[in-house]
């Protein structure tokens, strides 16, 4: 407890303002935050934990952040939850889940250790955890670790172990883990038990039997939506396939049939979840209205860069609601972002060439467009702009993409600042930016493609321009968003 203690004390103490923080979307009050944990309903409301680092804005021995909220939009930090304090957590209380049991809240992690092998060599272990609490304060059981590798068959990692996520179903828990097989190939692990601390194995719920999908299968997410199962996973070090993956780690989803008697998840093709140059480990969870909720970690292991001049770093994006339809996965803003809505412009126009609207600018803001017609070639919006700063998205009707440049966004690294992925670009496009301090988030054509990406732009910088190749009828609705 005193690791925990420490990390409190050191968080109030050192808690930036909140004005250096983005508006409405999660972020830590000092220090390094990562994959986001725990998203679950509780007492009424939302729960979201996350990897956390408070001593520091890089990576380091992970602890709990915890943050909650009644509308999914204004969050409030509230004590951290976990620190590595324990023999079988000593090197950090890595990604899980939460849920909630017989009236308390349960936390389900990965408690990661290093540990002497027959040949006098320390390898690292990794097993699952539990902690028990109120919403405020969890207490580590004294049964833990709760699900050790011993139960894998033989062969299977004992170091690539983690990223429990739990749910009840049919009067049990069930849980997946991600693994390594005796290939070195990603894998997703299934166990299932009656009161979250005597776990019995299942099998492989799903694994990569082509090689496709790089190697460990990070942050598995396992759930049924419009009839059908899902499985979302974050394989690390995949190769660039087409313009639906690039290079490294990469968050997936495969939408198939899952046959419960014998626990195999036929899993289908794998598609991206997000095409945007930010986005890593995102997390589920089913609202009590009914609604399956989204949240990912907004920020790229393959191109980490500090945020200028600020004690804190990194962000989770906004929650999105998922949807199926055609077969796709469709992810949407969260409606409660809807009553944050205030000065509405609107305006319809049709351009050929550079356009901008005098009265069109900011960055918080929720931005609303629709494309029509067949003459245009090319289209690009360009937002926090100034003079000299700008975001770029082109769309090019010729090979049905959209580049997404941040070059000129303010960056003063040499990190990756450009992104081509295929878009049906028909006669008519819609397109849906949501705009935060630090970020962008755009959502095309009702959610059907989303992009999230952090930017490092002077808030002075709250233009927005317009370029089109061709006559183009642009209609317009933005708002501004206010929380305060």
């Known amino acids: 407890m005193q690791n925990l203690k420490k990390a409190r004390d050191y968080v109030s103490q050192h808690h930036v303002a909140s004005d250096t923080r983005p508006r409405f979307h999660v972020s830590p009050p000092v220090g390094w935050l990562n994959d986001p944990n725990g998203l679950s309903e509780f007492q009424g409301k939302v729960h979201l934990f996350y990897q956390y680092h408070p001593y520091d804005i890089k990576w380091g021995p992970m602890h709990w952040g915890h943050q909650v909220t009644e509308d999914m939009v204004v969050w409030k930090d509230l004590p951290v939850a976990l620190a590595p304090d324990q023999w079988y957590d000593q090197e950090g209380c890595f990604s899980g889940s939460a849920v909630e049991h017989e009236g308390k809240h349960y936390l389900i992690y990965t408690g990661v250790r290093k540990q002497e092998n027959s040949s006098g060599q320390f390898e690292v272990v990794q097993d699952q955890c539990l902690a028990v609490g109120d919403g405020v304060d969890y207490k580590k059981v004294n049964t833990n670790p709760v699900l050790t590798g011993n139960l894998l068959p033989d062969g299977f990692s004992r170091e690539h172990f983690r990223d429990p996520k739990v749910w009840k179903e ?127 970690w907004m920020k790229s292991w393959n191109s980490i860069s500090d945020l200028e001049n600020l004690e804190w770093q990194a962000m989770m994006t906004l929650p999105r609601e998922l949807s199926l339809e055609d077969g796709k996965l469709i992810q949407q803003p969260i409606r409660e972002l809807e009553a944050y809505r205030q000065n509405k412009l609107q305006f319809s126009t049709t351009i050929d060439g550079a356009y901008q609207e005098p009265d069109l600018k900011g960055r918080f803001i929720d931005l609303q467009l629709s494309l029509t017609g067949k003459e245009w070639t090319t289209f690009q919006i360009d937002l926090a702009c100034n003079d000299e700063l700008y975001t770029s998205f082109k769309f090019t009707r010729l090979t049905d993409t959209l580049e997404v440049d941040r070059t000129y966004s303010g960056l003063r690294l040499d990190q990756n600042c450009f992104r081509k992925v295929a878009v049906d670009l028909q006669d008519s496009i819609t397109c849906r930016f949501i705009l935060d301090s630090h970020s962008i988030e755009l959502f095309i054509n009702g959610g059907k493609q989303v992009f999230s990406m952090e930017i490092e732009t002077p808030l002075e910088a709250d233009g927005i321009r317009f370029q089109s190749q061709g006559l183009v009828t642009l209609a317009v609705e933005k708002y501004d968003i206010i929380t305060k």
Request: aromatic share 12%.
């Open 170 to 296: 049919d009067g049990r828990y069930n849980l997946v883990a991600g693994n390594l097989d005796t290939d070195g190939r990603g894998q997703i692990q299934l166990f299932s038990s009656q009161n979250l601390q005597e776990w019995s194995y299942k099998g492989v719920l799903a694994s990569d039997d082509t090689g496709e999908y790089g190697s460990m299968w990070e942050c598995p997410d396992f759930f049924e939506i419009d009839g059908q199962s899902v499985l979302i996973c974050s394989p690390q070090h995949m190769r660039a396939k087409d313009l639906e993956f690039h290079n490294g780690h990469n968050s997936v989803y495969f939408i198939g049939n899952y046959d419960k008697e014998n626990h195999k998840f036929d899993k289908g093709e794998g598609k991206s979840l997000d095409y945007g140059l930010d986005f890593y480990a995102p997390q589920t969870c089913r609202l009590s209205d009914g609604r399956q909720i989204l949240i990912g």
